[in-house]
């Protein structure tokens, strides 16, 4: 079974429109961490956000959300007020356990358009 | 400014002909790791260090492998190259102390082409 779903492969969404990127996971360990990465068309992969199991509110930074709904095992992410520079493919991922060598599985990732 | 640099950015080697790619930080990051990322796909985890101790996934080819010389370098080494290894490679970098928050410093990464 795969451990990160990511159901969108492509989304086109007006410029200044609210953006959700849809994310479920699948795991056992009580603790584990969530993550958002931006690949944009130069590929370098941009750290976004991150959720921690443990924690009690959604995180937020800047224009990005995570809508983190832990009963149903879901990590969406929002982008507010979406921008042209926002076009990037978004991944996605996972990390079950707090070692550092308890690894990060990405989703396939979604590939958001954001149309002038 | 503090970054992860790749070198080369793109990569031409021969079938077989074996191939050294190369990350440096000045994060002073003391985990590193290695991506491979095929096209339209997700990365997918190689290695990763903390400090000198390594950590081998279980499911990388025994073509591949890396060396970690000191904190602010990391080597990827592919020793017979096939057509499947053609890919970007990704290096990476964490504290360990942001334990469980997991961000990565991620280089630009290295596009490998096999002929």
């Known amino acids: 079974a795969q451990k990160i779903t990511q159901t969108q492969p492509g989304m086109f969404v007006q410029e200044k429109e609210a953006v959700t990127l849809d994310c479920t996971y699948d795991?056992?360990?009580?603790?584990?961490?969530l993550f958002w990465y931006k690949q944009p068309s130069s590929g370098e992969m941009i750290f976004l956000i991150y959720?921690?199991?443990?924690?009690?509110q959604n995180a937020t930074e800047g224009r990005y959300s995570l809508n983190f709904q832990k009963a149903r095992k879901s990590a969406n992410l929002v982008i507010s007020a979406s921008q042209l520079g926002d076009s990037a493919m978004y991944f996605c991922?996972?990390?079950?356990?707090?070692?550092?060598?308890?690894?990060?599985?990405f989703g396939k990732g979604t590939r958001l358009h954001i149309l002038p | 400014d503090a970054m992860v640099i790749q070198n080369p950015r793109y990569q031409v080697t021969q079938f077989g002909k074996p191939v050294t790619l190369s990350c440096s930080q000045t994060?002073?990051?003391?985990?590193m790791y290695w991506y491979q990322q095929k096209s339209s796909q997700a990365p997918k985890l190689l290695f990763h260090?903390?400090?000198?101790?390594?950590?081998n996934e279980a499911d990388t080819p025994d073509n591949f492998q890396s060396r970690r010389p000191n904190t602010s370098f990391c080597f990827l080494d592919i020793r017979s190259p096939g057509l499947g290894d053609a890919a970007m490679y990704l290096c990476?970098?964490?504290?360990?102390?942001?334990?469980?928050?997991?961000?990565?410093?991620f280089g630009p990464g290295t596009r490998l082409t096999v002929l």
């Open positions: 991922a996972m990390r079950e356990g707090f070692r550092w060598d308890d690894k990060i599985i």
């Open positions: 990476a970098t964490s504290r360990e102390e942001q334990r469980g928050s997991g961000e990565q410093f």
């Open positions: 959720q921690g199991s443990y924690d009690q």
């Open positions: 994060l002073n990051h003391n985990v």
């Open positions: 260090y903390y400090d000198k101790d390594f950590n």
């Open positions: 795991t056992s360990d009580p603790s584990y961490g």
